[in-house]
């Protein structure tokens, strides 16, 4: 087979025409999968629900019918000019609240601006001093409870002993009166007794007055027969 001349080698297109940068071809972004930034993602918290973090970064990509308590955030984008972002983020939830939040794989998207980290700090102390606030409501409440206890305990124990007072007045009223009756019972007991002594002091003075008056007329009776009557 026959060899082929050498053809001589061209020159590079800026060695022939060294001021004229050649343009390159423009290729549009291709954005695939969910569209998140970290200043959205640095504001989801444990305990959130489902529809909360659908507020605030939309629906997730995937959601396995099998794990529905698992949502992921995948994105594989290529942009013009920039590096491709490829990120994932993922959320566990136990029935509808926010329990983990994975974050390892979104080291691709772009830093916070600095108007994006003035609103983070901004919204991080507001929350640190609603945090305070509430801790602050909290100890007052328990101190307030506390107190309420305190009263409620202090009236039971001031209607415990008021009624302590009263059962042992009441009960010394009775046993005054059980006295006074009793005491009214041995008066009356001994009157009758006295004049039950009475009615047989009386009774016998009779008796001996009556004996008396028989042995009298006897006396007399004897005296006014005569001697011989005897016989």
Same mark, same amino acid.
């Given at each position: 087979?026959?060899?082929?001349?050498?053809?001589?080698?061209?020159?590079?297109?800026?060695?022939?025409?060294?001021?004229?940068?050649?343009?390159?071809?423009?290729?549009?972004?291709?954005?695939?999968?969910?569209?998140?930034?970290?200043?959205?993602?640095?504001?989801?918290?444990?305990?959130?629900?489902?529809?909360?973090?659908?507020?605030?970064?939309?629906?997730?990509?995937?959601?396995?019918?099998?794990?529905?308590?698992?949502?992921?955030?995948?994105?594989?984008?290529?942009?013009?000019?920039?590096?491709?972002?490829?990120?994932?983020?993922?959320?566990?939830?136990?029935?509808?609240?926010?329990?983990?939040?994975?974050?390892?794989?979104?080291?691709?998207?772009?830093?916070?601006?600095? *108007?994006?980290? $003035?609103?983070?700090? !901004? %919204? #991080? @102390?507001? =929350? &640190?001093?609603?945090?305070? +606030?509430?801790? /602050?409501?909290?100890?007052?409440?328990?101190?307030?409870?506390?107190? *309420?206890?305190? $009263?409620?305990?202090? !009236? %039971? #124990? @001031?209607? =415990? &002993?008021?009624?302590?007072? +009263?059962?042992? /007045?009441?009960?010394?009223?009775?046993?005054?009166?059980?006295?006074?009756?009793?005491?009214?019972?041995?008066? !009356?007991?001994?009157?009758?007794?006295?004049?039950?002594?009475?009615?047989?002091?009386?009774?016998?003075?009779?008796?001996?007055?009556?004996?008396?008056?028989?042995?009298?007329?006897?006396?007399? !009776?004897?005296?006014?027969?005569?001697?011989?009557?005897?016989?």
């Amino acid at each position: 087979m026959p060899t082929l001349p050498e053809f001589p080698s061209l020159p590079d297109m800026p060695d022939i025409l060294p001021d004229i940068s050649l343009p390159t071809l423009y290729k549009d972004d291709i954005q695939q999968g969910s569209v998140l930034d970290r200043f959205k993602i640095n504001q989801l918290k444990v305990g959130m629900s489902k529809a909360q973090v659908q507020d605030l970064i939309g629906s997730p990509s995937i959601i396995d019918p099998f794990h529905n308590n698992q949502w992921d955030y995948i994105n594989h984008s290529t942009l013009h000019e920039k590096d491709d972002v490829h990120y994932r983020l993922a959320l566990s939830f136990d029935n509808d609240k926010l329990t983990k939040i994975d974050t390892s794989g979104i080291e691709s998207l772009s830093a916070l601006t600095d *108007k994006e980290k $003035a609103l983070e700090e !901004k %919204r #991080i @102390a507001d =929350e &640190k001093t609603a945090i305070e +606030a509430l801790k /602050k409501a909290k100890i007052q409440a328990q101190q307030l409870a506390k107190e *309420k206890a305190q $009263a409620i305990e202090q !009236k %039971r #124990i @001031a209607d =415990e &002993k008021a009624q302590a007072e +009263a059962s042992k /007045k009441k009960t010394e009223l009775a046993q005054i009166k059980q006295a006074e009756i009793t005491q009214q019972n041995a008066i !009356k007991a001994a009157e009758i007794k006295q004049q039950q002594a009475d009615e047989l002091a009386q009774q016998k003075v009779m008796a001996d007055k009556k004996a008396n008056k028989t042995a009298a007329e006897k006396i007399k !009776k004897d005296e006014e027969t005569p001697w011989y009557k005897f016989w």
